[in-house]
């Protein structure tokens, strides 16, 4: 099991340029929800040829790869058991 906190945290610093995890941007390629577009992203930056709007994007992807965690999947879950205003009924 992927460490999805762990993916997004790696590629928020990747998208700051403050660091470089080559091996989180090839797992991320890997994850289910990921799109084409999504591992295109992610192979510029492996490669190098990302520009500065993909730093915007991958910023994007990492906000979807937070989402993913199972902690955020199950408290979305129970808010929406609880019968907030906003669930799908």
Known sequence: MHNFKQIAKELQHTAMGRAFFGR???TAKTL????EEEVALLNR???GSDD???FFA???LVIKIDAMCP???KAERERIS???PD???
Not at 32 to 35: E, L, R, S, Y
């Open 45 to 47: 930056f492996l490669v």
């Open 71 to 73: 902690d955020a999947i």
């Open 52 to 54: 500065s709007e993909d």
């Open 24 to 26: 989180t941007l090839a």
């Open 58 to 60: 991958l910023q994007g």
């Open 32 to 35: 289910d929800g990921v799109t």
């Open 82 to 84: 609880w019968g907030s």
């Open 87 to 89: 669930a799908i009924s």
